[in-house]
Structures are given as structure tokens and as C-alpha cells.
């Protein structure tokens, strides 16, 4: 069974993805928890509700569309970091960088409380009086949190098969395996295969299958550099495809990446000519590898067209030293070329000190080579690194021809948002769009939408287009400017109770075992006990599960939020003045006088051992509350009793490293240097009009405590003028009608664009993946083409492989006469047996077999013998639940049977294999049309499209020679021969049993 759910992503000109794979068992694996540039958390609502049953989760890109509500989740959704997550290197580091970078750059990452939420208080109308404007902010993570969040997940390699382990609330997987393979478009970037039982699923969203500057394509004709002309065995023929529509109807540019990035050059060259600024929107981890690799290597292009101008190239982004930092670790996972260019580096005798003195000297003849290996790869000399809002302003204000490289694409927070704002009065400054845009019908258009649809509608659909530049004729944009305040006393209480009903929540979910679940009442019952209790096992318990802000607030603020209703018997203990309680009309507990009871949790050995108790001081991340990371010594900080604390201090003294932080911090402002990879120009001069900033993690803003969203809306007059370069990394058309056919899947299902992109590629690969080439005379064995799925967001559908399968019980005696046989890792038999419903004879026959003497042994110690009479056993032969039972056959019934069985063949034979099994035995072997091969210039083998294979071969005369065959009819007859006993080796011959 496969069950396909998309979440966000299925004909939407959302580019968040977020899918939900459902397999035999109950098994549920989620893949991708992606958001938009809106960050609404409604849209996570349905995410939310599929947690408690998720198995495991996949990540497969770098990017905010891929993962960028996984801190999110994490932070404020019980149970999701129980989940395991699984991903490959590059996508775990670059992760936490991105994630990083969005919450330092913008608010609206934080997410607002949703309004349904906010309206289920009481206060939502009596103190507000009208709740629907109120765009109250959630905690965001920390940097020590999302460090956190990111060290949960299992790293893997590529094409490395894996068993992954389910969550503690999922069945059991059942030889579940995972294995990822490369998918381009970013760096990590993943094809997910999965394999469960009969099904074989290939999950390929944003692949590109063209070999770049940093990233190497796809995976699907082999590894980078195999040249293959056929999809990999573990890719092809899978029961289901996943793959993303978005690019459907896209056109690459003739002449590849080398034309691309011709033209990009030439836009900036352009530009900087002329004295304008040069802005380049690209997202902070994915594709910014491959636009500051190619801006570094093409330097001498670009100071050149400045014609002696003083030029700048910056890169801007809250987190892109740390980016950089890692990319430069992870050079495995790149393109060879970047490899090389590290060993020459490395080789370089301009490396060592005395030699790197003399080239500074040197005259600006060198060749292009010699620069290219003054630095490693994404060290860069030429790129000034820009991780602060004040540098980047100064950078924006000086005189002369810039180029910036700025995140985000979507123009709408981070550096690009600042830079646009300030570039648009200018008709000299260009902006490039790297990347096409789905324009939506029912929302706002975003400030990139409506640049894109200014030039969509001045360059047309022309194939040459991506070379037109327009000019933006002062055309008035939107533009939204987001800042935050602190909340109204009016809307406190309002916050107070969402907190509260959190805490709720999280207490009764986030419990150390799922069978040990508590109600409500019994949570109110546990606070109101602990809160004179001063045992380290409940203070230990409350560690990660309640928001930060709630964890510190006082024992009186617990009560908001609980109406009477809510309370319930526990009024009598919870408020004040309360001695009477209704009980008529109440049942069970409700009726008697609430009592508290400290449960003990234990097992069948005793009482539950806690490994935290026993660790030493210095190996606790926490002892009373104080952060022991970098020292006990680096954490003291005395409150007086009484003393007051600001919201903030409230707020961050729950978290986990806070202290060690703030120190830190210190500490890199004292060491902060001018070690910044653009503090020095390429013609050598100090950088010291702009303060240099360490490489290190992005300055976060600690919480505030609650704030709210404020967004002003401004009219932006638009002077500069308007490029476009395609540096999506995407799928094309012409990419996806070559190789669907060649993976040929069962089913198809088509996610990840918008819908007419989907229906465009939905029409296209039904006309591709329907088989031809069947005889008229065979119609009876014909397969049909494909299925072709199309869902929209929310929608299931059933893509289960279309075979007749059933589970049965093998006996014991059938199984001992069994002859199993190995096809690609699998047992195969073929067996004739009697097929009979399970009885209560045949149940407690095989349940004492498969006893040990040492169960049995327990078994009588505890008296659980004994107690067996008590329980209703069915007698002999009565029927019982169960699959049912293949025994062997009656000695009448298997001599009928025995001369009927044939032996089958099992296993799928290429033609390609066949041709060099045939080569190696000196016969020459070609191909002649499509699916035939010609042995021997006399025997031609063909495959049609359901498998079978065909061999024929042609009587000649005497005194005719085959060529590689001996000759004449006794030749064809040995070729033949040969032929066929070299097919049957590469099949399995299974005889009936």
C-alpha cells in the first residue's frame, strides 16, 4: 500500500513542500517541512495533525521551501523532535546556517499566534475587544537551539541503504530502507529512494540534471563523471515517482551554463561601466554557492569593464561566513572541478609566505591561471563578507560601481529587501532576477512577483529574452516594512492564556513514554503537588518541554487561561474562596475530593534509574539551572531575592547557553579582526572604511519577551532597470521528457509547481510513458502506460503497486522442503502447497515451537500456567483470527500435481549485459534498431516492453559463414544455443516445489 498526501506544494504558487508518504502498516514518513516568504503558521495546521504518527522524516534541500519550518516545528510542536530525521551532510550544516540567517534577518520568521487560536481565550474579546488585528509574535529558537535541532538529525551519504529507526509512537517499519542519492540544484541536494515490501518509491523534487560550476548533476544516469546512458538500477523502474513540475515549460538557453553565465556577465560588465550598482537576489545556502564562485573566478572580467573605477563586490547575508566556512569543509560533495582546484591550490608554490609577498608585487600581467589559485575555493580575496545591518548601509552608501550579492530572493527581509529600497530611484542601478516566479491570483503579489511580472510583460515569451534588459519607466511598487513592539497591557492576559494552554499541551504530550499519557485534571493535580516539592526529578522532567517564556513565569501566572470549566474538581484546590463544588450529574472522579498521589514510575526490575543523576558537574549541560558548558565560573551571575528582572532576562535565563553566549559575545567583539575574507581589495588596499566582522554564527536577537508584528505599507517608485538570468539550478522541459521514459515508472505523481506547469508535463508524460512497440498478435500480454497523478494541496491519493500479493503462514514441514534461491538479494521459490484457515490446533502448535525451554522455564516460575485455564482459549479446530496457513500437499493430491508444475524464470535481463556476455565469448554483438540485438550477424535478440525476450535465428546455407560463428546451419544452430544458455544464466530457473 502507498498513500500519497500532499501537505503544501501540489499545484500552488507556493514554493514550500511538504509531502506525506503513507506505506503498509501504518507507517507515515514525512518528507520535507518547508515554508514560504509568508511564514503564516496556519499553513503548518495540517503538519501538525499528522505528527503524533509520523515514523521518520526526510529532508531533501537546503532551502527555505525545503526546510524552513523545521526550527519552527521543533520550537513549538510537541512530540516533533521524537521524530528521527534523516539527511545528508551538506543539507544538516547549510540547514542551521539558513535557518540562522532567516531568523536574524526578519520578525516574520518568529510567526504570529493564529487567530484561531487566540479567539478559544477568554480574554480574546473582554480585553482586547477585537482580537483579529492582533498579530501577536511566538518565541523564536535561539541559535543554541537551533544547533540543537540540527545535531538530532542522522546524517547518511550518498547511495548508502539504510534501515532507519521509527519514533517511539510508530509501528514497526518492516525492513523499511532509505538511501539517497544526488539530485544537483544544491549542495546535499537528495533523491530519496524508498523500498517497503513490493513498493519502490523515488521521491525527486527540485533535481537538475546539468553539471555546474560547484554542483555536479543528478544522479540518475550514475555517479558525476560516469557518463552513463541508462538510469541506475536502484532509480529505474520504481513502482512510484515523485517528481516537481516547476520548470515544465521552461527552455534553457542554447549553449547550456557557459551562454548562461555569458549573459550575466555581460549585464554586470554593463552596468558597472556605466558607474551603476549591480544587485543580484539569491537565497543564502543553495544557489549563492554558485553565483559567488562564478562573481570570484570572473574578477579580472569585472574590474576590467570598471575602466579604472574603484569596484566593489559584496556578499550579504546574516549568515554567509558561517556559510562559506562549511561549504569549504564539504568539497567532497562538490563538482571535480572544485576539487581540482583545491589540489592546485594546495600545490601552488605561491602559497608560502615569502612567495605570496613577491606576488603581491607583482605586475597585473599574470596569467588568469595564476590567479585563479591565489585562494582555495570559497576563500574568497575578491567578495567582501557582509554579515551586519550597519556595514551593509555604509557599504550602500559609498561612491563608485558596486556589485552586491544579497539574500533573500524573494526581496521581501534580509539584505535584498534593504538594498532594493535603497537602488530603486537610480536608472542606473540593475537588478538581476535569478529565478522564475508564479504569479498568485488571490494574494498580494510580492515585491519579486511584481519586478517579475514588469519584465514578463516588457520582454515577452521571446527565446532570447534572458539578454533584455527594461527599465522600470517609474512604476509604483508595494513595498512592506516590518518592525515589532512590545505588547499593549490590553493584550498581555491574551498572551498569557495562549501560554498557558500551550504549557498544557506540551506537559501532556511530551511525557518520557507514550503509554504513560496523562489527562488534563491529572496535570493540574501534578503542578498543584510540585509546586511545594523540591525534588530534582520533576525540575528535570519540565527541562525542554514547556516554551521558554512560560518556563520561568511564576506559580500565580499558571492559573490564567483555566476557566472553571477547565479546572473542574480541582476549582476546590485552585482557587481561592471555593468550598463547594456541584457533584450531581458528575461521574467518576469528579464526584470525590481531589487528592494528589505522587506516582512512581517503574518497571518489572524496580524503580527507574535516571543516567542525568549520575553525571559528574563538569559533564552536565545544566546543574541548577546554570549553563556548564564553558564553566561553571562563566554562569555565575547572583539575583537577589526579590530583585527584579526585565522581560528579557526572564525570557532567556530559561534557555540553555544563554549565559555562555552573552559572554561569548564579548569575547568576539574584543577578537574581531580584519580576518574577513573581503577585507582586502583586489588591488591590495585596506578595507578601512567599513568594519570587519568575524566569520562566526549570526548575532541573533535574544528574546524580548512577547512583542507583536507591526507592518506599514510604503509605495516604492521604480527607476532602475530590470534583468533576468535563470540560476534556478532547475529541471527543464527538455531535461524531463528525456529521462521519465528512461526511468519508466508505474505510477507518476506530479507535485511542486503550479497548475499549469502540472497539467502541461501531466499531458506530456502520458503521451511518453505510454508503451508501443507491443505486436498487434500479443495484445493479450500488453502493459498499459502509466498512471499519472495530479493531486492538489490536501489531497490523497492511492499509487499502490498493481500487484496480487497476499500474507500467508508457511508450516513447518513445508518450510523444511523448501529451495530457495538469491535474485538480486531476494529468496525466490516457487512452491505448490494446500492453502487452510489457521485453527486453535495449529496456533498453539507453532506458539510452542518457536518457545524456548527457557521461556517455558519463566513461564511456570511466575505460574502463568495456571492462570491459563481463565483466559478463553477456542478448543481444537475451531477456527481463529490469523492469516491463513500454506501446508504441504496430501501424497494423492502431489502426484497429480507434480508432472503440471514448469519452471519458472525469474529476474529482468539487459541487453546491454547480454551484448558484453556474448563479446566475452568471441562472438561479435550490436545493436541493430530499437531493443534488438544482432549476436553473431545471424541471431538477433529482442525485448519488448513487458519483459519478454525473443530470439530468433535465420537457416543459412552450407557454404555460408556467420560472422564469430562457426558456419553453415550446424553454425546457427550452436549460436543459437549459446545465446540462450547465456540468458538463462542471467535469470533464475525457480522449479516448482
Not at 35 to 57: C, G, M, Q, V, Y
Not at 118 to 124: D, G, N, T
Not at 624 to 631: I, S, V, W
Not at 892 to 904: E, I, K, W
Amino acid at each position: 500500500m502507498f498513500n500519497f498526501t500532499s501537505l503544501l506544494g501540489a499545484q500552488s504558487n507556493s514554493t514550500a513542500s511538504q509531502s506525506i508518504l503513507e506505506l503498509d502498516g501504518g507507517v507515515k514518513i514525512l518528507v520535507d517541512c518547508g515554508w514560504d516568504e509568508t511564514f503564516d503558521a496556519e499553513r503548518l495546521s495540517e503538519l501538525e495533525k499528522h505528527i503524533p504518527t509520523l515514523s521518520i522524516i526526510l529532508l531533501t534541500h537546503a532551502t527555505t521551501a525545503h526546510l524552513g519550518a523545521f526550527a519552527h516545528c521543533c520550537k513549538h510542536f510537541p512530540l516533533f523532535t521524537r521524530i528521527p530525521v534523516y539527511a545528508t551532510n551538506p543539507v544538516i550544516a547549510l540547514g542551521k546556517t539558513l535557518l540562522q540567517d532567516i531568523y536574524a534577518s526578519t520578525p516574520l520568521a518568529r510567526a504570529t499566534i493564529p487567530q484561531a487560536a487566540l479567539s478559544e481565550s477568554p480574554y480574546a474579546v473582554s480585553s482586547t475587544g477585537d482580537s483579529t488585528n492582533t498579530k501577536i509574535l511566538l518565541q523564536p529558537p535561539t541559535v543554541d537551539e537551533i544547533t540543537g535541532y540540527f545535531s538530532l538529525v542522522h546524517p547518511l551519504k550518498y547511495s548508502q541503504p539504510h534501515e532507519p529507526t521509527p519514533s517511539p509512537f510508530s509501528p514497526p517499519l518492516n525492513g523499511l530502507t532509505i538511501a539517497a542519492y544526488s539530485a544537483g540544484h544544491s549542495l546535499g541536494g537528495t533523491i530519496w529512494h524508498i523500498q517497503h515490501g513490493l513498493e519502490s518509491i523515488v521521491y525527486a523534487v527540485d533535481w537538475n540534471q546539468a553539471r555546474e560550476h560547484v554542483l555536479s548533476g543528478a544522479a540518475w544516469l550514475g555517479p558525476a563523471g560516469a557518463g552513463g546512458a541508462e538510469v541506475i538500477d536502484s532509480l529505474r523502474r520504481p513502482t512510484a515517482l515523485v517528481c516537481s513540475s516547476r520548470g515544465a515549460e521552461r527552455i534553457i538557453l542554447p549553449g547550456g551554463i557557459k551562454k548562461r553565465d555569458e549573459v550575466l556577465l555581460g549585464h554586470i560588465k554593463e552596468t558597472v561601466k556605466n558607474g551603476g550598482t549591480v544587485l543580484i537576489p539569491s537565497d543564502s545556502t543553495a544557489r549563492i554557492l554558485e553565483l559567488s564562485f562564478l562573481l570570484e573566478s570572473s574578477w579580472p572580467e569585472i574590474r576590467d569593464a570598471s575602466e579604472g573605477q574603484k569596484l566593489k563586490v559584496w556578499l550579504a547575508s546574516r549568515s554567509c561566513g558561517a556559510t562559506m566556512r562549511q561549504a569549504r569543509s564539504m568539497l567532497e560533495w562538490m563538482e571535480e572541478g572544485i576539487v581540482r582546484d583545491f589540489e592546485a591550490f594546495s600545490s601552488h608554490p605561491s602559497n608560502t609566505t615569502k612567495q605570496k609577498g613577491h606576488q603581491r608585487t607583482s605586475s597585473k600581467q599574470d596569467s588568469a591561471a595564476a590567479e585563479n589559485v591565489q585562494s582555495a575555493p570559497f576563500d574568497f580575496k575578491r567578495l567582501k563578507i557582509v554579515e551586519s545591518a550597519s556595514r551593509f548601509g555604509r557599504a550602500l552608501s559609498q561612491e563608485g560601481p558596486k556589485v552586491i550579492l544579497a539574500s533573500d530572493v524573494s526581496l521581501e527581509w534580509g539584505f535584498s529587501h534593504a538594498a532594493v529600497r535603497q537602488l530603486a530611484a537610480d536608472p542606473k542601478n540593475l537588478i538581476i532576477l535569478t529565478e522564475y516566479t508564479s504569479l498568485s491570483k488571490d494574494d498580494e503579489p510580492t515585491l519579486q512577483q511584481y519586478l517579475w511580472s514588469l519584465y514578463e510583460k516588457q520582454a515577452g515569451t521571446a527565446d532570447d529574452n534572458a539578454t533584455v534588459v527594461i527599465s522600470g519607466n517609474g512604476a509604483s511598487a508595494k513595498c512592506t516594512s516590518i518592525s515589532t513592539e512590545p505588547l499593549s497591557q490590553a493584550e498581555t492576559p491574551l498572551y498569557q492564556s495562549y501560554l498557558a494552554r500551550q504549557r498544557q499541551m506540551q506537559n501532556t504530550l511530551q511525557t518520557g513514554q507514550a503509554s504513560n499519557l496523562e489527562t488534563s485534571a491529572d496535570i493540574i493535580d501534578d503542578r498543584s503537588s510540585a509546586s511545594s516539592s523540591t525534588s530534582e526529578d520533576s525540575d528535570d522532567e519540565q527541562q525542554g518541554k514547556i516554551l521558554n517564556v512560560s518556563a520561568v513565569m511564576s506559580q500565580s501566572r499558571h492559573k490564567l487561561g483555566l476557566s472553571d470549566a477547565e479546572l473542574g474538581i480541582n476549582i476546590l484546590l485552585r482557587r481561592k474562596g471555593m468550598h463547594d463544588w456541584e457533584v450531581r450529574g458528575k461521574k467518576g472522579r469528579e464526584k470525590m475530593f481531589p487528592f494528589t498521589g505522587k506516582r512512581k514510575k517503574n518497571d518489572e526490575f524496580g524503580d527507574l534509574i535516571r543516567p542525568e543523576e549520575y553525571l559528574r558537574a563538569e559533564e552536565r549541560d545544566d546543574v541548577d539551572g546554570e549553563d556548564m558548558r564553558n564553566g561553571a565560573e562563566s554562569t555565575k551571575k547572583d539575583n537577589a531575592v526579590g530583585e527584579k528582572r526585565k522581560w528579557g532576562d526572564m525570557a532567556v535565563q530559561s534557555t540553555n547557553g544563554v549565559q555562555a553566549r552573552r559572554m561569548s559575545n564579548g569575547v568576539n567583539k574584543r577578537r574581531r579582526t580584519a580576518e574577513d575574507g573581503g577585507s582586502v581589495s583586489a588591488e591590495g588596499d585596506e578595507d578601512s572604511e567599513l568594519s570587519s566582522e568575524d566569520e562566526g554564527e549570526p548575532q541573533m536577537q535574544e528574546p524580548e519577551g512577547p512583542r507583536k508584528l507591526v507592518v506599514k505599507e510604503e509605495s516604492l517608485q521604480l527607476n532602475l532597470r530590470i534583468a533576468f538570468v535563470d540560476f534556478s539550478g532547475l529541471h527543464d522541459k527538455r531535461s524531463l521528457q528525456m529521462l521519465i521514459p528512461l526511468i519508466r515508472p508505474r505510477k507518476l505523481i506530479l507535485v511542486g509547481g503550479d497548475e499549469a506547469e502540472t497539467q502541461a508535463l501531466a499531458t506530456d508524460c502520458r503521451k511518453l510513458l505510454a508503451v508501443g512497440g507491443v505486436d498487434a498478435a500479443d495484445s493479450q500480454n500488453e502493459e498499459k502506460g502509466a498512471d499519472v497523478f495530479t493531486p492538489v494541496t490536501g489531497e490523497t491519493v492511492d499509487a499502490s503497486v498493481d500487484t496480487n500479493a497476499w500474507i500467508v503462514k508457511l508450516s513447518d514441514p513445508l518450510v523444511r522442503i523448501l529451495k530457495w534461491q538469491n535474485v538480486r538479494g531476494l529468496g525466490v521459490v516457487a512452491l505448490t502447497g494446500l492453502l487452510e484457515l489457521p485453527t486453535a490446533s495449529s496456533e498453539s502448535t507453532e506458539a510452542d515451537a518457536q518457545e524456548t525451554p527457557k521461556a517455558k522455564k519463566l513461564k511456570a516460575i511466575k505460574g502463568e500456567q495456571q492462570d491459563m485455564p481463565q483466559i478463553d482459549v477456542p478448543v481444537d479446530g475451531q477456527q481463529v483470527s490469523g492469516p491463513p496457513i500454506l501446508d504441504i500437499l496430501p501424497s494423492n493430491m502431489a502426484a497429480a500435481t507434480r508432472t503440471a508444475t514448469a519452471p519458472l524464470h525469474v529476474g529482468d535481463l539487459r541487453l546491454a549485459d547480454l551484448r558484453k556476455l556474448m563479446q566475452a565469448a568471441g562472438y561479435t554483438a550490436e545493436f541493430r534498431g530499437e531493443g534488438t540485438l544482432l549476436v553473431g550477424g545471424i541471431v538477433a535478440v529482442r525485448k519488448s516492453g513487458t519483459g519478454r525476450i525473443e530470439v530468433e535465428g535465420a537457416m543459412l546455407g552450407s557454404d555460408t559463414m556467420g560472422n564469430g560463428g562457426p558456419g553453415g546451419s550446424s553454425g546457427v544452430t550452436k549460436t543459437f544455443y549459446e545465446v540462450k544458455k547465456k540468458i538463462y544464466e542471467g535469470l533464475a530457473v525457480v522449479a516448482g516445489s
